[in-house]
């Protein structure tokens, strides 16, 4: 029989709907972990003009969270995107610049000068600029390196300090020493310094009992003197990439990583 042009079509059956929608479902749980990184971010700076400054702090390690998560599942749900790459780049720019160098500003260098407070600024403006040329560069040379600091590391930088001083008399000293590290980060992060990015690494596959119990003493310690720990923790990565260039020597240059949602 001839299927006259006037005639419906032929309705699809729900289990075909059903599919169609989790394919759509799949695409946006990696948004749905960046609007929770960006949510962190906004909420971060909120408690911060309230003055509380250790949930600020949280805040942010919280989206530190969500932007590892957010890149490994597009990855394993095979759901990657461009749109998905800048969302999380503008995100990024929220959590990891703004949020760390306000809370540093309202902590610490609003009763400074400008010149203390302009650092702050600066840590803003280097991230940026960092997440631009992340997105620019294309290729991929070395995979097992970041060329400059990442603004994650940085904002952990920045928020564990003031965590550490938390309940510590600010003296003087103690304020114009975080303004010099609000500008040592900012140069950092767009430094050509070589980090590693720790991709091509699995402990896990490779020694499972060794990590286990590394993971083990490492929630042990963060129990204890959290503080401490992750101040230690994230300066010491902060630092390897000068002392890198200091051991090594200069290399040629490379050019980042492919874009990705985790390889800020």
């Known amino acids: 029989m001839i299927r006259r042009h006037g005639s419906k079509r032929p309705r699809r059956r729900p289990w075909q709907e059903l599919r169609e929608r989790r394919g759509q479902g799949i695409f946006l749980l990696p948004s749905l972990l960046t609007t929770g990184n960006l949510f962190c971010g906004v909420f971060a700076l909120v408690l911060s003009l309230e003055g509380r400054y250790t949930e600020a702090a949280l805040a942010v390690f919280v989206a530190m969270v969500m932007d590892l998560l957010d890149g490994r599942v597009a990855r394993l749900m095979k759901a990657t995107s461009q749109f998905g790459v800048e969302y999380d780049s503008l995100a990024d720019v929220v959590s990891f610049c703004v949020a760390p160098a306000f809370l540093l500003y ?81 140069l950092l992060m767009v430094s050509t310094f070589r980090y590693w990015s720790f991709k091509e690494v699995d402990f896990a596959r490779r020694r499972p009992g060794e990590t286990l119990l590394v993971v083990v003493l490492g929630l042990m310690i963060i129990a204890t003197k959290h503080e401490i720990f992750l101040f230690v923790v994230f300066a010491t990565y902060a630092l390897s990439g000068p002392v890198r260039r200091l051991v090594v020597g200069r290399t040629a240059p490379a050019v980042e990583p492919a874009p990705g949602k985790d390889s800020h």
């Open 106 to 186: 309202a902590f610490a260098l609003r009763d400074l000068g400008r010149a203390a407070w302009f650092g702050a600024f600066l840590f803003v403006i280097c991230g940026a600029l960092r997440l631009a040329r992340f997105n620019v560069h294309t290729g991929s040379v070395d995979r097992r390196f970041f060329v400059g600091l990442s603004t994650p590391a940085a904002a952990g930088v920045a928020v564990s300090a003031v965590v550490l001083l938390q309940g510590e008399e600010l003296t003087r000293p103690i304020r114009a020493g975080l303004a010099v590290m609000a500008y040592v980060l900012a």
